[in-house]
């Protein structure tokens, strides 16, 4: 009787454990499914990152021998593969422990030298090769975002933690990384994703997640996000919430209209229309809920394509310094006013000169 009790207990005890088990793996399939595409198709090994076939060649040999691995800088454009590049390093590294010896921060929303002198200073000297982990590693994403005085502090921790750290350091622009810390690090500068490559890549997605496409949408998705791999990744996830991806689903989610917007706003002002322009320009940002910075982008265009304005001199110049204003946190709607009125005097300068 006693045996016959065990063998049912035994069995109820099996049929829970595969209970969970089964509840497990429909929580992992709901987990993925819901996963952001960028998230769900990062690359987890060096050898899956896209069209950086040089720097993957130098940081697998770096791997190999991580006890001679110096600080590394990863430099270029967004989307191109920077940090998760820095992440897969970790991972061939460390294993299954890189979570835990490995410090990621967003040096953009943690730029000060509050964030330098404790947060990271504190993982840096800390010691542990418990696990045979050789350093801790610590990933500073758009690190070009310091202040110059983190800088110099971060400078002093890489010098004094080398023994115990390596660092990561992230930047879409070298130049704004102060030369100690440059000099301390092994450079890879990695260069805009081609269309080809980006283009196949997002067809071989479609495929994985059964979605109908065009490819001449994809090729529409490389135009409006340049080669930045991770906005064309989330881009044709919003298309697909579309139904099937096309020119227009594309087109829907791309702001192509906004470009179109953007044009008649700088034609506009190089006509003379300053009032309507500014209008235009205020409509844009505070209803249609532009960015400054795709304003700017589609404004160079506008330029580029105009028959009398492409090569303006002035009005190229007008546009990099309402860029650069931008960048360094000047007020968005005065900077792209002031832009707009700088516009409508060249327009007026030009129909002088043709008089």
């Known amino acids: ?9 035994e069995v109820k005890e099996e049929e829970q454990q595969e209970k969970k088990e089964a509840e497990t793996k429909t929580q992992a399939t709901f987990s993925s499914d819901q996963l952001m595409w960028v998230e769900k198709y990062r690359p987890r090994r060096l050898s899956e990152v896209i069209n950086q076939a040089e720097i993957i060649d130098r940081l697998q ?5 991580p ?19 820095a992440i897969c390093v970790a991972r061939e590294i460390m294993s299954d422990y ?59 921790i890489m010098e004094e933690s080398h ?3 390596r660092f990561i350091l992230t930047a879409n622009y070298s130049s704004n990384i102060i030369e100690p810390i440059q000099s301390r690090c092994a450079v890879f500068r990695f260069s805009r994703l081609s269309e080809e490559d980006v283009v196949n890549y997002l067809e071989s997605i479609c495929k994985k997640e059964s979605v109908r496409y065009v490819r001449s949408a994809l090729s529409l998705i490389y135009n ?38 953007v044009g008649d706003v700088i034609s506009a002002a190089l006509d003379g229309d300053f009032s309507s322009a500014r209008l235009k320009l205020v409509e844009l940002l505070k209803v249609g809920g532009m960015s400054e910075h795709d304003f700017i982008k589609f404004a160079n265009e506008a ?18 310094e309402a860029d650069y204003r931008l960048l360094v946190g000047a007020n968005p709607e005065i900077q792209l006013t002031a832009y707009l009125a700088k516009l409508a005097s060249i327009g007026k300068q030009h129909r002088r000169a043709a008089k």
């Open 61 to 65: 040999a770096l791997v190999k021998r």
């Open 303 to 320: 330029i580029s394509r105009s028959k009398d304005f492409s090569s303006s001199a002035e009005a190229i110049e007008a546009t990099a």
């Open 67 to 85: 006890t001679d691995m110096p600080h590394l800088l990863f430099a270029g454009p967004p989307g191109t593969g920077k940090t998760t590049a």
């Open 98 to 156: 890189w979570r835990d010896y490995t410090l990621e921060l967003n040096a953009s929303n943690e730029r000060g030298i509050d964030t330098v002198r404790t947060r990271i200073k504190n993982f840096a000297s800390y010691s542990d090769r418990r696990e045979g982990i050789p350093f801790r590693l610590i990933i500073l994403d758009e690190s070009d975002a310091m202040t110059n005085d983190a800088q110099t502090a971060l400078r002093r």
């Open 163 to 165: 023994n115990a750290a």
């Open 1 to 9: 009787m006693v045996k016959v009790q065990q063998e049912e207990e």
């Open 224 to 261: 409006a996000t340049e080669g930045d791999m991770r906005h064309a990744l989330n881009m044709l996830q919003a298309a697909s919430s579309l139904g099937e991806i096309s020119n227009e689903s594309v087109g829907r989610v791309t702001g192509l209209s906004g470009r179109a917007k």
